[in-house]
């Protein structure tokens, strides 16, 4: 069975404040692993996905990285408007559909 | 590109009274649709997943009676909620996967539709 980690649950930093979320996760073949940010009330946004270890992506202030293991979504210097929970997915290759881990609620003051 | 919508984006409706929901994608075609579930603060249900032209695979533990998915068109499907109640309220998300894309697993999302049900 296919399992998602993500950690911390709940983060808060300062605007400009680099950081990083964790995805770990277990699965029998992983065929992508995909990060989406979802505002309260919105459904999830799609931000990247990344097939193999070693595979970076990066978009604005965000950089998705791969290992065999785990998965790290780098946040430099956030702003405010980067607040939302961040939700990590991963399609294994005996299933049909993703499977989520319970996101991290990012939260950037100002 | 890869947009999904979803209507209504909120409706209410009284217990008893069966609710339709569309998802459409509108700048693909989408071999496989989901239908999710959110409750407050908690992360995506998967209620079932449905082919183009075929019957939908539902969950376990998900009523496919309460639940009628339709996927009817490669750009449109429907989740209708029979006979709703108060517990079924909560915030439902459908989700596209494209045609041709046998490299990509990538889903996208619709914006939701959240119903109340009194």
């Known amino acids: 069975e296919d399992q998602v980690t993500q950690s911390p649950e709940a983060l808060r930093l300062q605007e400009g404040e680099s950081s990083s979320l964790n995805c770990s996760y277990t699965?029998?073949?992983?065929?992508?692993l995909f990060w989406y940010r979802q505002d309260p009330g919105k459904g999830p946004e799609f931000l990247f996905t990344l097939y193999s270890a070693g595979e970076e992506k990066e978009k604005e202030r965000l950089k998705a990285t791969l290992t065999k293991k785990e998965s790290f979504l780098h946040i430099t210097a956030p702003k405010p408007e980067d607040s939302a929970t961040y939700l990590c997915?991963?399609?294994?290759?005996?299933?049909?559909?993703?499977?989520f881990g319970s996101g991290t609620q990012l939260t950037v003051l100002p | 590109g890869a947009v999904v919508s979803q209507h209504p984006s909120r409706v209410i409706c009284k217990s008893g009274t069966s609710v339709k929901i569309e998802c459409r994608s509108l700048d693909f075609q989408a071999t496989t649709m989901f239908w999710y579930r959110q409750f407050p603060k908690k992360s995506l249900m998967l209620m079932a997943t449905?082919?183009?032209?075929?019957?939908?695979?539902?969950e376990q533990g998900v009523e496919k009676d309460k639940f009628l998915i339709n996927h009817a068109s490669l750009t449109l499907s429907t989740l209708t909620v029979t006979s709703a109640h108060p517990e079924d309220s909560s915030f439902y998300i459908c989700?596209?996967?494209?045609?041709?894309?046998?490299?990509?697993?990538?889903?996208?999302f619709g914006p939701g539709t959240r119903l109340t049900v009194t």
């Open positions: 989700s596209a996967r494209g045609q041709g894309q046998s490299f990509s697993y990538e889903q996208y």
């Open positions: 449905s082919n183009e032209g075929s019957k939908a695979t539902y």
């Open positions: 699965v029998s073949g992983l065929r992508g």
């Open positions: 997915a991963v399609q294994s290759g005996s299933a049909r559909q993703l499977t």
